[in-house]
């Protein structure tokens, strides 16, 4: 079995053990750039809650506060020394000074959207709090567009595989 299925079944187990306190860690930490298998384990939470094994309230709950509480520790990790990173460090992944101006201005024309749907966004989802950190997007913008998007992306991953396994288990 390869590493990433291992991880998964992992998680999977520790969802099943200790419920909806798994989902909100392994979630939270995904959040702010810890490669885990967050939606992953959300989806299958989900489907836990269509066997009764979890209660779907506390599965929308902990993926809805481990995703924006992972955010914006991200945010703060960001705006306390991600901009000597990237200054520092950038050019290893070739964010060179003018690119990092080009993110800045959008931030600052698109910060609220692009926190928002970063969240849907694999790999955009982990590093959405560090960058708008980093560049100096203002926190109370942050905030609400962080908040914003992790409801609507707790409740699309929560509730869809909800309502939709039925339909999902007749092509499977």
Do not use: C
Request: glycine fraction near 14%; hydrophobic fraction near 55%.
């Amino acid at each position: 079995m390869s590493f990433f299925h291992q991880a998964a079944a992992d998680v999977e187990h520790l969802i099943m053990v200790y419920g909806a306190l798994a989902l909100f860690v392994v979630i939270y930490f995904e959040s702010f750039g810890v490669p885990l298998p967050g939606e992953s384990a959300l989806i299958a939470a989900s489907l836990l809650a269509t066997r009764g094994d979890l209660d779907l309230g506390h599965v929308f709950l902990a993926a809805f506060l481990g995703g924006v509480l992972g955010d914006s520790t991200g945010y703060l990790i960001g705006h306390i020394g991600g901009r000597r990173l990237l200054e520092r460090y950038g050019s290893l992944v070739k964010l060179t000074p003018e690119r990092l101006a080009q993110v800045e201005s959008l931030a600052r024309r698109r910060g609220f959207l692009m926190v928002l749907t970063a969240r849907f966004v694999v790999v955009l989802r982990q590093l959405n709090g560090l960058v708008a950190g980093s560049v100096g997007m203002p926190w109370t913008h942050f905030v609400a567009a962080n908040g914003l998007g992790g409801a609507l992306w707790a409740g699309l991953w929560t509730l869809g595989p909800y309502y939709f396994a039925d339909l999902f288990g007749r092509f499977i």
